[in-house]
C-alpha cells in the first residue's frame, strides 16, 4: 500500500486488500512531499474502536499493527511528523487521515479439529463385497489360464475356496454363496446379511471359427528321368511249316 503525505492530507495512491488475521506481511509505503525534510519525526497512527496504535516510520515505511487486522471493518490512518530542539518542541505536521478497510479472511483461530469421517456400515459392507468379487474375478481368470478353459473344472475350483471360506470378508462373514454353472463362464450368486441376493456373472465367449486357408501355388515340374537300357531280344527258334 502508498500512501501520499502533503502538508495538509493523506492519500491513497496505491491500494492493497488487507485481511483479517493476516500477520506481518503487510507495510505501508509513503511519499513524502517536500516540506517533511529528513531532520523531522515521522509517525504513522492507526486508529481503531477508541485505540489509538503508534509505530514509527522509518525509510518512508512501516508494518501495520497485527491489532489492526484482527477483525474487519475500517481504520483511521494518520501520520504526523514534528521536530525538537533541545526537547523543546519546534515544528509539528499533522495532516488529515485516510481510512484503510479490512476484509474478511480465512483464517479463524477458534476453529475445531475435525471428527475423522468413518464410513457408514453400508459403505463398510460394499466394500466387502466388491473385495470378494474382484477376488473371486482374479481367482476365475487364473483357473482360467491353468485349466485352458475347462469350464466345469473351474466351477468346482471356485466352489471349492468358497466353501473353505477363502472369500470370508470381516467377522468371517463370506458374501459369496455359491458358484452357477454355465456353459460359457460362471455365475457368482452373493447373498448379503439381509438375505438379498446379487448375482454377479463372468462369461467366457466360444471364439469363432477361423477363415479357410488359400490355395497353395502349384508345385515346379519334376525333372526328367533317365532313359531306359535297350532290352536284349532272346534267341528265337524259327520253324518254317511246310504246306
Known amino acids: 500500500m502508498k500512501i501520499s503525505v502533503t502538508e495538509n492530507k493523506l492519500i491513497i495512491q496505491q491500494d492493497q486488500i488487507l485481511n483479517e488475521n493476516e500477520y506481518n506481511i503487510h507495510k505501508i509505503e509513503f511519499d513524502f512531499s517536500s516540506e517533511y525534510t529528513d531532520d ?11 485505540h489509538t496504535y503508534k509505530k514509527i516510520i522509518s525509510n518512508n515505511e512501516c508494518d501495520i499493527p497485527p491489532e489492526i487486522l484482527q477483525e474487519t471493518g475500517y481504520s483511521i490512518l494518520g501520520v504526523y511528523a514534528y521536530k525538537t530542539e533541545q526537547d523543546t518542541l519546534v515544528l509539528r505536521y499533522s495532516p488529515t487521515p485516510t481510512k484503510i478497510s479490512v476484509f474478511d479472511g480465512s483464517y479463524k483461530a477458534e476453529a475445531e479439529n475435525s471428527e475423522p469421517i468413518t464410513p457408514s456400515e453400508i459403505e463398510q459392507y460394499q466394500q466387502i463385497l466388491q473385495n470378494s468379487l474382484q477376488q473371486f474375478q482374479n481367482q476365475y481368470n487364473a483357473l482360467v489360464e491353468e ?15 468358497v466353501d473353505e471360506g477363502y472369500f470370508d470378508g470381516e467377522d468371517g462373514f463370506s458374501p459369496i454363496a455359491k458358484v452357477i454353472q454355465k456353459s460359457n463362464g460362471a455365475t457368482i450368486e452373493i447373498e448379503d446379511k439381509n438375505g438379498k441376493t446379487t448375482a454377479d456373472i463372468y462369461n467366457g465367449t466360444d471364439g469363432k471359427d477361423g477363415k479357410d486357408g488359400k490355395d497353395g501355388q502349384d508345385g515346379k515340374d519334376g525333372q526328367d528321368g533317365q532313359d531306359g537300357q535297350d532290352g536284349q531280344m532272346d534267341k528265337m527258334d524259327i520253324h518254317h511249316k511246310k504246306e
Open 147 to 161: 485349466t485352458e478353459g475347462d469350464i466345469q473344472e473351474i466351477e468346482d475350483e471356485l466352489q471349492r475356496k
Open 40 to 50: 523531522l519525526v515521522k509517525i504513522a497512527l492507526f486508529t481503531k474502536d477508541n
